[in-house]
């Protein structure tokens, strides 16, 4: 291209200097002049060129050692938007089919936990759009908030927290709404579950999943075997705790996980926690022997103990072709203190005990890159409530339905395809035996999930 | 209840200040790769103390943050990783749990090899429908070795900013290993002379720096785009266009499942070559000029 252009300037020289052939000999002589002089420059150029691009053939073909980068260049962007939080976003769907009539289901023998348990409903469902903003907020702190917007048009704030980042010796420290870090599934958000539903103990205990509006400290032991120590304090909102009308705190957790690699192919985890929870007139809706609904209510301490094991098998820690996960929590929670009846009506009370357990036990195999199998089996067991006012015959057994002696027990197996790490199809059958009468359901789902946004990084 | 807290913080309290006394010892490394944990190795001697998440028949994008890999972020003092969002799925993970206030991303003890280079293929449109792009370029860094030369001096100079007192041991140690490395350069680019221009394909994007400093020629990619198994019909698509042009040699990595790569190899009648890509990758690729030593032989070996 370069070397064009001294040809193109002597054609338009040329053309200028048509008219000067009319002119007179000393005129064209000093043309002729001026022409060489022309020539003379613009091969001195050409030749100038030329070298240089020499110059940069040869330093091509032989590239030095990359240079370190200069600094960062000055950013245009102002930084209102060169500040913004990691955003992420899930959306997920189902769509079911049940034998039964998903608006009866109860999980026999337990009060309600409250929370939105169950099959759901029947056909297409929009599940919970999960949204996700985190950021450091300085050298100290960071932030993270997920909201997740509902099919039925609700924003539920699912977490909301922030966390320490340059406490010492191994602890950090979390306050605001988080998922208590009891147990495995417990920390899970819904997106990363390996079922499209948590485990029956998991709906009956603590209505899917416990988050404290609290604080939590977690530590860190400097050895090579993982070990984390953590205790919690909250308002006790959450199920089986409410809030109450007092100063100080409602709800306490401490729990323990220990962990390591067995070779290079497993590695595992394991834990136990202890909940303590306090209830004030948590009430719930019962049929009592009158066929229509009263209301009910507990005052009391509620105790929960929970250990939980998981283990992963992948051939020498490649998890792309084939993985193995083996997964159990076992919990158990006994409740002390008052049951009501009919609240606002008899307003009858007595003393109650709950000594309830339930565990589940799953299995995940990815059998080839993208593919996974899982089956699962939920099992609960409400053991003999003790309830004063039926034990002294104030009442009939038959005004209690929900709190007696059950055991729920569910079967579930899985197929879920994942063409990327940012999408999920899954097909899920279900026997689900949690009903106290009326038979088994059958349950059939199908499940999408797709993330959009910054690239998730999952716990362990 | 209360004693048993009392226990608890009793307990915590002897453990932070029994564990927490800083002796003088090796500096704790964590390395994502084993190419790092390599050149942490030949840095560092004695004064370092280098443990590697992960092996060379591990794919580095996928990676479970396993409770080990936490253990061990908490007690590093310096985490050595590629970068350039090669970790994102896990390191992030162990540096948040790791409740160690060192390894923080901006603080010394956080130190990325891209960080230091001038990355290849950064996209310039970022859509995930492309694949799994990084937006910060490719992160496969490691098989220029003029790369890991940049990455050597850096990391020296972090060691030296970590661990002031061992400082002269890191740059003496530096300059021994650039001598080193420079001759074993040279050595390897006579060498590999005869692989300039010559066609080759790739399972996934990450020969894009050996490309680049032997003047290999990538004609195709097994995976139609990064992270993105191949379909029925594009296989079909490579086979008919390598066939007319068949490559000298199909790479394949270490991690990498043989089945496709030997599939291809079948039908268009070309040579599946094996690399070690990373240290540990084949019994010879000990440390990181035997990683290179392997490669430049293995890319030869069809040669004579």
Not at chain 1, 171 to 180: D, E, I, L, Q, Y
Not at chain 2, 106 to 120: I, N
Request: glycine share 10%; hydrophobic share 45%.
């Amino acid at each position: 291209m370069i070397r064009h252009r001294p040809i193109a300037a002597l054609c338009a020289l040329g053309l200028f200097a048509t008219p000067a052939l009319t002119a007179t000999a000393d005129d064209a002589a000093a043309l002729r002049a001026e022409l060489a002089i022309l020539k003379a420059d613009y091969a001195a150029r050409v030749d100038a060129l030329e070298a240089r691009i020499v110059q940069l053939e040869a330093a091509a073909a032989n590239p030095q050692p990359l240079p370190e980068p200069p600094a960062a260049p000055p950013d245009t962007r102002s930084s209102a938007t060169a500040f913004n939080p990691a955003i992420s976003l899930i959306i997920g769907g189902s769509y079911a089919d049940t034998s039964r009539d998903p608006g009866d289901w109860r999980v026999a023998g337990f009060i309600p936990s409250g929370g939105e348990v169950g099959p759901g409903e029947r056909s297409f469902n929009l599940g919970e759009s999960e949204l996700t903003l985190s950021a450091n907020v300085d050298p100290y702190f960071s932030a993270t908030m997920t909201a997740a917007i509902t099919g039925e048009n609700e924003i539920e704030v699912e977490e909301a927290f922030f966390r320490t980042l340059a406490l010492p010796a191994g602890f950090t420290a979390k306050g605001g709404r988080f998922f208590s870090g009891f147990g495995y599934l417990n920390e899970v958000h819904a997106h990363a579950w390996d079922f499209v539903d948590p485990p029956l103990v998991y709906q009956a205990f603590f209505g899917n999943q416990m988050a404290q509006d609290g604080l939590q400290v977690k530590w860190i032991a400097p050895t090579d075997l993982f070990i984390e120590l953590g205790a919690e304090v909250g308002n006790g909102d959450a199920f089986p705790g409410t809030r109450r009308h007092r100063n100080g705190l409602s709800a306490t957790a401490i729990f323990a996980h220990i962990g390591g690699d067995l070779g290079v192919s497993t590695s595992w985890r394991a834990g136990a926690a202890w909940l303590d929870q306090r209830a004030e007139d948590r009430t719930y809706e019962d049929t009592g022997d009158v066929g229509a609904p009263v209301v009910d209510a507990f005052t009391g301490k509620s105790r929960t103990w929970v250990v939980d094991a998981v283990l992963k098998w992948a051939p020498n820690g490649d998890v792309t072709r084939r993985q193995l996960k083996i997964q159990g929590e076992y919990m158990r929670r006994a409740e002390d203190g008052e049951l009501a009846y009919d609240v606002g009506g008899l307003g009858l009370a007595d003393g109650y005990r709950h000594e309830g357990s339930g565990w589940y036990l799953q299995t995940v195999y990815q059998f080839h890159p993208r593919w996974r199998i899982g089956a699962r089996y939920d099992a609960l067991d409400s053991g003999a409530p003790r309830i004063a006012l039926v034990d002294d015959g104030t009442l009939s057994a038959g005004a209690f339905t929900l709190p007696r002696a059950a055991d729920p027990d569910r079967v579930s197996l899985m197929l879920d395809w994942n063409p990327s790490e940012f999408t999920r199809l899954r097909a899920q059958y279900a026997w689900d035996d949690a009903r106290a009468a009326g038979g088994r359901d059958r349950q059939f789902r199908l499940q999408y999930l797709f993330g959009i946004g910054a690239h998730g990084a999952h716990k362990y | 209840m209360k004693n048993a807290l009392r226990g608890v913080t009793l307990l915590l309290a002897l453990l932070a200040t029994g564990y927490g006394a800083p002796a003088r010892a090796a500096i704790k490394v964590l390395a994502t790769t084993s190419d790092w944990g390599a050149l942490a190795t030949e840095i560092g001697g004695d004064k370092v103390n280098v443990y590697v998440a992960t092996s060379a028949l591990q794919d580095v994008h996928r990676v479970d943050a396993k409770p080990s890999l936490v253990a061990r972020a908490r007690t590093a003092d310096l985490v050595v990783a590629t970068g350039a969002e090669l970790e994102i799925g896990w390191l992030p993970v162990l540096v948040r749990e790791s409740g160690n206030p060192r390894i923080q991303p901006g603080a010394p003890g956080y130190f990325e090899a891209a960080a230091q280079l001038k990355l290849l293929d950064v996209p310039t449109r970022f859509d995930r429908a492309m694949g799994d792009i990084h937006p910060q370029g490719n992160p496969h860094v490691q098989l220029d070795p003029r790369n890991i030369a940049i990455v050597a001096q850096a990391l020296a100079a972090r060691l030296a900013k970590i661990d002031p007192s061992s400082a002269a041991t890191y740059a003496q140690r530096a300059a021994d290993f650039d001598a080193r490395w420079r001759a074993a350069i040279a050595r390897w680019e006579s060498r590999a002379a005869p692989l300039k221009g010559a066609p080759i394909v790739v399972m996934h994007k990450d020969h894009v720096y050996l490309c680049h400093w032997l003047g290999l020629v990538e004609v195709a990619a097994i995976e139609p785009k990064p992270g993105v198994p191949p379909s029925a019909g594009y296989l079909g698509e490579l086979v008919a266009k390598l066939t007319a042009s068949p490559p000298r040699m199909i790479l394949r990595n270490a991690y990498n499942d043989p089945k496709a790569a030997d599939w291809l190899a079948a039908r268009i009648h070309a040579p599946v070559v094996l690399l070690p890509f990373s240290v540990g990758g084949t019994p010879r690729a000990k440390d990181l000029f035997g990683l290179f030593d392997d490669t430049i032989d293995r890319l030869l070996a069809l040669e004579s």
